[in-house]
C-alpha cells in the first residue's frame, strides 16, 4: 500500500535471481516523500532493468509505484506533465485514443516514466527521434538535502544532462514534462525482409532507415556472420486502420508464466529450434499492417517470461560498437557466439543515429547496437568476459540498463564523463551498479 515502510523487503531485478533485501519506501504521494538520511538510497520503478542498475541490497529504495498521477495535458500540442512513477503502459492506453503517443518507447511497456529517463532509453527508431531524454522538456529533482530542482535543456542545464540517462544517481525525478508526438491511428505499415549474410543486413538497413522511422532486425545469433540469417522490420506510423478494425486498437490480453521452472527452458536445443522455426516461418518479404501492441511490446503479452529461465535467471548482453569498428566487432561478436552455441532466443541487431548523447552517461550512441539474452551460467559468465574483451577493442560500451557482471575497467573507458558526471550525485544515493563500477 501507498505510504508503507517496509524493513528487509526481497526486491528482484528482471535478470538477477536474488531476491535482494531492501527497506522500501513506497510514499503515497509527492507530498509523502521524505528521502532518509540514515541509509543511502536510490529510486525504483518497475525494476525492468536486468542487473543492479535498480537495486541497492541491505539500503533502502524509494518506490514510484504510487507517484503516478497525471498533472497536465495539452491536448492541442501534446505536452504532458506526469508524476515520474507513471507506467508508459498508462500512458499508452490512455492517450493513443486521443491521438498521441511518445516520440521514443523501449521494448516493453512495463517501465515508468522516470525509470525512462534515467536510462534515457531507446527504441526502434533512435536513427530518427533520437532516445527519450530528447524529448523530455523539464523535471523536477527532489534531492537528499531537501532541495528541489526544476531542470530542463534551459533551466539547469548541467542538472538535466546528468539526470537524463544519470541511473538514478543525481536524486529522485519527481515530475517530468514530456512532448508527445501525434498519430493517426494504432497500427503500424511493417515492411518485413528476411536476409542472409551481415552484408545483406547492413545493405537493407541503410534503405529502411532512409526510408522509415522505425528498422530493427532479428537475428539468428548461432548462425555466425557470413550466413547469418535474419529479418528486418522497418515500420511507420499508419494514417488508418485496417478495414473493419478500431481506429485505435485496444491492447491485447496478457498470458503470464505462472512459475518458476526448476532448469532454464532456454538450452541449445531449444534454442536452435526456435531461430529455426522463426526465421523459415517469416515471409521473404511483405508489407502488413500490425497493431503498435504486436509491433513494439510482443513479449509484453507473456507477463514474467523472464521466469523460464529458471531459478538462475538470465543476463542480457547488450552492447554499442562504433560506426567504424561496427562491421569488424559484431562479425567477431557473431563468431564468439557461434562457437560457445548459446544466446537468445531472438537477438536483436539495429544501428544508432548520429545524434549526440542527450546525458552525460546515455548510453544510446551513433553505432551498431546488438541485444541478446542469456541463461545465467558459469560459461555464459565466461563468454562474457571474451565479448567484453571484443567491445573494448572496438571501442565499445555496455548497457547499464541491462549489465550485471561487466567490469569496472570497461564502463569507465566507455563512459569518459562519469569523472565529470561526480559533481552532480546525490551524496545520499546509491545503487549496486555504482558501487560495482566503484570497485577497484
Ligand atoms: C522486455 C524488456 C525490453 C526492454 N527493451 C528496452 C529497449 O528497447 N530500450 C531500452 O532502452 N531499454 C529497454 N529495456 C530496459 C528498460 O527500458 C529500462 O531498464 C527502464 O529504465 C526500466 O524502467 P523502470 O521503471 O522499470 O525502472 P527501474 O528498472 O526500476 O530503474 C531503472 C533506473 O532508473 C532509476 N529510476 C527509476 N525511477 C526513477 C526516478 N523517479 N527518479 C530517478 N531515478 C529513477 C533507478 O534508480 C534505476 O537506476 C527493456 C527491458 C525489458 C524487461
Known sequence: MGGAVTAHTPVRSWGLPGPFAHRVLQPASLAEVRLPADDSWLAHGLGRSYGDVALNAGHTLVCTRWLDRYLAFDAATGVLECEAGLPLARLVEDLLPRGWFPAVVPGTLQVTVGGAVANDVHGKNHHAMGSFGDHVLGLTLKRSDGSALECSPDENPQWFEATV?????????TRVRL????????????????????????????????????????????????????????GDHADAAPDAAPRFPPPPRRAGVPLTPPFSLVNPLSLRAFNSAYFHRAPDRAELLQSVWDYFWPLDRLANWNRIYGPRGLLQYQCVLPPQSAETGVRELLRLLRAAGSGSFLAVLKTFGARPPRGLLSFARAGLTLALDFPDTPRVRSLFTQLDACVAAAGGALYPAKDAVGSPALFRSAYPRWGEFQRWRDAGVSSGFARRMEAA
Open 179 to 234: 512532448q508527445l508526438r501525434p498519430v493517426a491511428s494504432g497500427w503500424m505499415r511493417v515492411a518485413v525482409q528476411r536476409f542472409r549474410g551481415l552484408d545483406a543486413f547492413f545493405a537493407l538497413n541503410a534503405q529502411a532507415e532512409a526510408k522509415h522511422e522505425y528498422a530493427v532486425a532479428w537475428i539468428d545469433c548461432l548462425s555466425g556472420a557470413d550466413a547469418l540469417r535474419g529479418v528486418l522490420l522497418a
Open 165 to 173: 540517462g544519470g541511473l538514478g544517481l543525481t536524486g529522485l525525478i
